[in-house]
């Protein structure tokens, strides 16, 4: 089984990468078990710590070596944000990150977010999330976020 991940408007073909972007770790780990899994496949968790360190700390701890974490902190929005913005100081609420997306694109709201107005933004997402933490390991940096581990593991899944 493959699929497919658009990534800067091409059509990047990976061998089966299971990506969950809601749910539990928990969920994850008894898919895994269930489905059909290949050795080389990846099952990757996106998730917002919500500037709760013993969160963050509880999913890295269940997740284990077969579980991918991209932590964003404190939310996922952070991630987006990045597309359009180099943001690097502390927010105090998701909200506040909510706030400052809305503001650098224009139209976005939550639950409505449109993938063409992130694609161009990909590659300098990246850039910035790891010039912010070049590891990807500093979870609770605030801001921070390590989906750009996500988006090289694609590439590097599609052979880029």
Same mark, same amino acid.
């Given at each position: 089984?493959?699929?497919? $991940?658009?990534?800067?408007?091409?059509?990047?073909?990976?061998?089966?990468?299971?990506? +969950?972007?809601?749910?539990?770790?928990?969920?994850?780990?008894?898919?895994?078990?269930?489905?059909?899994?290949?050795?080389?496949?990846?099952?990757?968790?996106?998730?917002? &710590?919500?500037? *709760?360190?013993?969160?963050?700390?509880?999913?890295?701890?269940?997740?284990?070596?077969?579980?991918?974490?991209?932590?964003? &902190?404190?939310?996922?929005?952070?991630?987006?944000?990045? @597309? @359009?913005?180099? @943001?690097?100081?502390?927010?105090?609420?998701?909200? @506040?990150? #909510?706030?400052?997306?809305?503001? $650098?694109?224009?139209?976005?709201?939550?639950?409505? &977010?449109?993938?063409?107005?992130?694609? *161009?933004? +990909? #590659?300098?997402?990246?850039?910035?999330?790891?010039?912010? *933490?070049?590891?990807?390991? *500093?979870?609770?940096?605030?801001?921070?976020?390590? $989906?750009?581990?996500?988006? #090289?593991?694609?590439?590097?899944? $599609?052979?880029?």
């Amino acid at each position: 089984m493959s699929g497919c $991940a658009r990534v800067e408007g091409r059509c990047l073909k990976w061998p089966t990468l299971r990506l +969950i972007t809601s749910g539990s770790l928990r969920r994850a780990k008894r898919r895994q078990l269930v489905d059909d899994y290949d050795d080389d496949d990846q099952i990757w968790c996106v998730l917002d &710590t919500e500037l *709760d360190s013993r969160l963050a700390e509880a999913m890295l701890a269940k997740a284990g070596p077969k579980v991918q974490l991209a932590l964003s &902190t404190p939310c996922f929005d952070f991630w987006l944000l990045l @597309h @359009h913005k180099d @943001h690097r100081a502390p927010f105090q609420t998701a909200g @506040h990150v #909510e706030k400052a997306l809305k503001s $650098a694109v224009r139209g976005w709201t939550k639950g409505s &977010t449109r993938f063409g107005d992130f694609q *161009d933004g +990909i #590659e300098v997402a990246c850039q910035r999330a790891k010039a912010i *933490d070049s590891d990807g390991n *500093d979870d609770m940096r605030n801001p921070s976020s390590s $989906a750009w581990k996500l988006v #090289e593991s694609i590439r590097a899944s $599609a052979g880029e």
